[in-house]
């Protein structure tokens, strides 16, 4: 039985990649729709990223901070690494600081 679902996950996944190269043929021209289809891969990753951010610490409040830390550094162009390092710093010192207050 497990096959038969594996089998028809295969099939859908297979079909929602076949299906838009078999429709559209030429190239969409629409600045509109290609400005859409531009933004679609970073609207689902932040959909599927930004409810596990808040929910990954015990407190929303250190899940907040370190949002915000690494919302700052990345408006001021800092690297990924950078960014990271000092999200997860944030939060850290969040939790420390949280049962002292």
Do not use: D, H
Request: a positive charge; glycine letters at 0%.
């Amino acid at each position: 039985m497990v096959y038969v679902y594996i089998a028809v996950m295969a099939f859908v996944t297979y079909l929602i990649r076949v299906i838009p190269l078999t429709v559209f043929r030429k190239k969409i021209e629409n600045r509109y729709i290609q400005s859409f289809l531009y933004y679609v891969p970073y609207t689902c990753l932040t959909a599927m990223t930004f409810p596990a951010i808040l929910y990954a610490t015990e407190s929303i409040w250190s899940a907040l901070a370190g949002v915000a830390v690494a919302a700052a550094l990345a408006f001021y162009n800092k690297s990924l690494l950078t960014v990271a390092a000092f999200a997860c710093a944030a939060v850290f010192l969040t939790e420390q600081l949280l049962p002292v207050l």
